[in-house]
């Protein structure tokens, strides 16, 4: 399709463009101004029936990213249908209310697919959050942020050859809602925004322009158990970020700007410096506006408790004192999980996981080169104790952060330490990681040693756990469980 993008010509762009069925049949229609799809509107314990048809000429299957469904409608790569097919995924909704994320999961195609388009966004709500009364309608704006680089005919270009398949893509303009300088018309009272993070690679630093701190009201699975206000806020590919806005006694005709701030030590300079372009991640650039264009007097107030959390306690957990291994292994041109690249159907003993079990499991970066789960967490940058492939000075300037996902049911994070050596660096993002809450992707950077509670209930079968910087995803930093 066509669509606006740009000022000037419209860009060729893949998109979900509403062949998506739900619930009562129903054809939803994508917004005629962006190329993202449709926003799917889903309540919990709703039954839904999505039809997918391939319309590209190349294998698609989509994944609805943070929903807990069974293993057929997770959109395995396994399941891709070829052009001309359809797939029809059948799910009940289980979670509880949450900003989630539809796009392709295409082997080895997953970063090019979802580049030229392939998004959306996904709200369900469920009552005990309508209860709270918050913000809706006009008053809750859901926001999708991406990169994109575009040549001189305002088409889309995916730049950066082999480094960009190695440090992922970055983008040279920032779009949100498919749209460059977006700004949004508000009245001056309470808003609820749900950011979504829906760029291939990039990590933004979420910050308002005048040090108004970020008042977070949830996360990937729905909302903390209370706000937290937080100078700036972390936020990696596939995210979600509910913030609450106050814009009440804000004159009308004032403005005031999310900017992702400066930061280090998550993505090497140089690689982004070999990927050539402009806008490095880790700098000052603004991402949208809001301008106030209408006083009002009254509007919800903010609660002081939003939700409850079962947390997952420690006798509950299958193997409270042996973690499982996620090492993320960034060797020589070599990504990993667990020293082993994505092969469909063959599944190691550590990714075996009796169905109906909460298991504990340690993310770290792991320089061996192998099998981890040994200590090898958490050497960090520069850090000592190399094997493998590749020196000390290649891993130093390699290391990067990987946002981890994993599907199905959302997960709690136990614990985020860090013990890499770059306590300068790590200064500028550490006020920003939010760990409360459920979570189903958690940026890890170097020098971080992160431990997850995550339950297995419902269904068996094969279900990914990627690193969703999407060309890292596409390099082979999958792997699967088997819930068994
Ligand atoms: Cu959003 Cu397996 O991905
Ligand atoms: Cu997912
Ligand atoms: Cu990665």
């Known amino acids: ?25 129903q054809t939803l229609t994508a917004p ?48 891709a249908i070829e052009s001309g097919q359809t797939y029809v995924y059948e799910f009940e909704v289980k979670n509880r209310a949450s900003f ?7 082997h080895e195609a997953t970063a090019t697919q979802v580049y030229h388009g392939l998004a959306g966004g996904i709200l369900i709500e469920d009552e ?18 991406q990169d994109r680089s575009f040549d001189d005919a305002n088409q889309l270009a995916y730049w950066g050859g082999m480094h960009r398949n190695m440090f992922g893509f970055y983008g040279e303009r920032i779009l949100v809602n498919g749209r460059p300088n977006y700004t949004i018309d508000v009245d001056s009272r309470t808003y609820r925004l749900r950011l979504l993070n829906g760029s291939n690679a990039r990590i933004y630093k979420l910050m308002w322009d005048d040090g108004t701190p970020l008042t977070v009201i949830g996360v990937d699975g729905g909302l903390l158990e209370k706000p937290e206000k937080r100078p700036y806020v972390m936020f990696a590919p596939a995210e979600r970020i509910d913030l609450w806005v106050d814009f009440s006694g804000r004159p009308v005709g004032s403005k005031l ?40 007097s009254d509007s919800p107030k903010l609660p002081e408790k939003l939700a409850t959390i079962r947390h997952s306690r420690r006798e509950e957990l299958a193997n409270p004192d042996r973690p499982r291994p996620i090492a993320l292994t960034m060797g020589h041109m070599q990504l990993a999980l667990n020293g082993r690249t994505y092969e469909s159907d063959n599944v190691m003993d550590i ?43 290649m891993m130093g300037m390699m290391d990067m952060a990987h946002p981890v996902h994993l599907h199905g049911e959302p997960f709690e994070v ?30 890890v950077g170097p020098g971080e040693v992160i431990r997850i509670a995550k ?15 999407l060309e890292h995803e596409d390099m082979g930093m999958m792997r699967e469980f088997s819930v068994e």
């Open 1 to 25: 399709d066509l669509v606006p993008v740009l000022p000037g010509k419209p860009t060729q762009v893949w998109r979900y463009s509403g062949n998506l069925l739900k619930g009562p049949e």
């Open 32 to 79: 005629p101004d962006s190329y993202l799809g449709p926003l799917l509107r889903l309540t919990k314990g709703q039954k839904v029936r999505i039809r997918l048809r391939n319309e590209l000429p190349e294998q698609t299957i989509t994944h609805w990213h943070g929903l807990h469904v069974p293993m057929d409608a997770d959109g395995h790569p396994m399941a």
């Open 100 to 106: 989630n994320f539809y796009h392709p999961h295409t």
């Open 128 to 145: 005990e959050e309508r209860a709270l009364g918050l913000p809706s309608g006009a008053y809750e704006i859901p926001l999708v942020i």
């Open 257 to 296: 700007v999310m900017r992702s701030g400066e930061f280090s030590g998550l993505v090497p300079p140089m690689a982004q410096r070999m990927m050539g372009g402009g806008l490095f991640v880790g700098d000052d650039y603004p991402l949208f506006a809001a301008t106030v264009t209408r006083a009002v």
């Open 351 to 393: 990714e075996r996981i009796p169905v109906g079990t909460t298991q504990l499991f340690e993310i770290y970066h792991d320089h061996g080169g192998g099998m981890g789960g040994m200590g090898m967490g958490g050497m960090g940058m520069g850090g000592g104790m190399m094997g493998g492939m590749g020196g000390m000075g």
């Open 414 to 443: 136990l614990s985020r330490v860090y013990e890499g050596r770059d306590a300068d660096a790590y200064a500028t993002v550490r006020d920003g990681l939010i760990d409360s809450g459920l979570k189903d992707t958690v940026l």
């Open 455 to 469: 339950p297995f209930n419902d269904y068996k079968g094969r279900f990914m756990y990627h690193c969703h910087n």
